[in-house]
């Protein structure tokens, strides 16, 4: 079973999406098996992390900003790629260390994520953008 799931950013965030896997998963009657998930985009990340504290997410993107400043900073002289704005490379670096690709058990038709682990399109650009993400849905043989 395969889907897409539509994530529209107002710019850099992280945006919980837990909940429309679990009702996708839940709407095509999932037993045991591994949902997939990987983001079609280069400038944006998937991410599990915890959901309980909203702190946790403006701490993880103010950790970004600090290795991967954007391209008019003085550190980030050396990059070359700036036709798309100087939030764009900066926005490349944080995909690549983050990853672009999930794998997450699912038993009994609910994903076994932990107690206060969520589902997070982290979007890297400052504009809003329009992201999509292939899902696939893999039952236990």
Not at 32 to 38: K, P, R, S, W
Not at 98 to 120: C, E, F, K
Request: proline fraction near 6%; glycine fraction near 4%; charge should be negative.
């Amino acid at each position: 079973m395969n889907t897409r799931f539509t994530i529209r950013t107002d710019g850099r965030a992280c945006h919980d999406f837990t909940r429309e896997v679990a009702n996708w998963l839940d709407n095509i009657g999932a037993d045991d098996g591994v949902v997939t998930l990987m983001v079609r985009h280069t400038s944006c990340s998937l991410l599990i992390q915890e959901n309980a504290d909203p702190d946790v997410q403006v701490d993880l993107l103010a950790w970004l900003d600090r290795i991967a400043p954007q391209a008019d900073h003085p550190s980030m002289r050396w990059i070359t790629h700036r036709s798309e704005g100087p939030d764009d490379m900066p926005a490349h670096l944080k995909a690549a260390i983050l990853p672009v690709s999930l794998q997450i058990p699912v038993v009994s038709g609910r994903m076994d994520l932990g107690t206060w682990q969520g589902i997070y399109l982290v979007e890297h650009r400052h504009a809003p953008q329009q992201r999509r993400i292939a899902a696939s849905f893999l039952p236990a043989s």
